[in-house]
Nanobody, 123 residues
Framework: QVQLVESGGGLVQAGGSLRLSCAASGRTFSNYVMYWFRQAPGKEREFVARINWYGTATYYSDSVKGRFTISRDNVKNMVYLQMNSLKPEDTAVYYC????????????????WGKGTVVTVSS
């Protein structure tokens, strides 16, 4: 089992920044590719970013590329999402996910999920 706990969400004005954190515990953190997904009201959970086991490769959705940065610390068992130039359409619940496999772009089949943290961007 892997337990994931997200934090760092909140209310921010458009153009502002937030840094989300995800604390992992349980099995060996470095065995897992780490993901951030988000879900806006009435919409499906969508891919935001992922980072590989060693933190050497990242991938982003087109909607956040150039504004968000994912990183991880395998010593502290943490993964982060730095979000800059936030837009109202970034408003969502943000979820941290962990999976042994890379390449996921859909939420289905993720090995582990956190409970999410709410990000609200006002215009």
């Amino acid at each position: 089992q892997v337990q994931l706990v997200e934090s760092g969400g909140g209310l921010v004005q458009a153009g502002g920044s937030l840094r989300l954190s995800c604390a992992a515990s349980g099995r060996t953190f470095s065995n897992y590719v780490m993901y951030w997904f988000r879900q806006a009201p009435g919409k499906e959970r969508e891919f935001v970013a992922r980072i590989n086991w060693y933190g050497t490769a990242t991938y982003y959705s087109d909607s956040v590329k150039g504004r968000f940065t994912i990183s991880r610390d395998n010593v502290k068992n943490m993964v982060y999402l730095q979000m800059n130039s936030l837009k109202p359409e970034d408003t969502a619940v943000y979820y941290c996910g962990a999976d042994r496999m890379s390449g996921k772009l859909a939420a289905s089949g993720m090995d582990y999920w956190g409970k999410g943290t709410v990000v609200t961007v006002s215009s």
